[in-house]
C-alpha cells in the first residue's frame, strides 16, 4: 500500500504561483511514476505532468513553460511537487498526484482557484 498526502493550493490571482506538493510514503519501492491530474468543473480528469524513474518528464500542451515537476526521494518517501506559474483562470481545478506502478494510487486532491 502507498499512502498519498497532498499540500498546497488555494486561490491566486491570474499571473501568481502556486506550488503543490504530494508525499508518498508506504510501499514506495513499487513507485515508477508520479503524476498530477486535474479536473475542472463539469470536464473530464486530465493529466497535467509526469515524472518517470530516471526523471524524464512530460507535460500537457496547456501547461508547457509554466507548470515544473519534480521529485525528492530518500528512504521512506517520495515526494512529487508542481510549481505552476503565470498561472491562468482556466487552470481553475481540482488538482490531484497519482503514483503508478505494479498499482496505482490517488491524492485526495486539492482545489486551486485562478481569480480573474
Do not use: H
Amino acid at each position: 500500500q502507498v499512502q498519498l498526502v497532498q499540500s498546497g493550493g488555494g486561490l491566486v490571482q491570474a499571473g501568481g504561483s502556486l506550488r503543490l506538493s504530494c508525499a508518498a510514503s508506504g510501499s514506495i519501492f513499487s513507485i515508477n511514476a508520479m503524476r498530477w491530474y486535474r479536473q475542472a468543473p463539469g470536464k473530464q480528469r486530465d493529466l497535467v505532468a509526469e515524472i518517470i524513474s530516471g526523471g524524464a518528464t512530460n507535460y500537457a500542451d496547456s501547461v508547457k513553460g509554466r507548470f515544473a515537476i519534480s521529485m525528492s526521494r530518500d528512504a521512506t518517501k517520495i515526494t512529487v511537487y508542481l510549481q505552476m506559474n503565470s498561472l491562468k483562470p482556466e487552470d481553475t481545478a481540482v488538482y490531484s498526484c497519482n503514483a503508478g506502478g505494479a498499482r496505482s494510487y490517488w491524492g485526495k486532491g486539492t482545489l486551486v482557484t485562478v481569480s480573474s
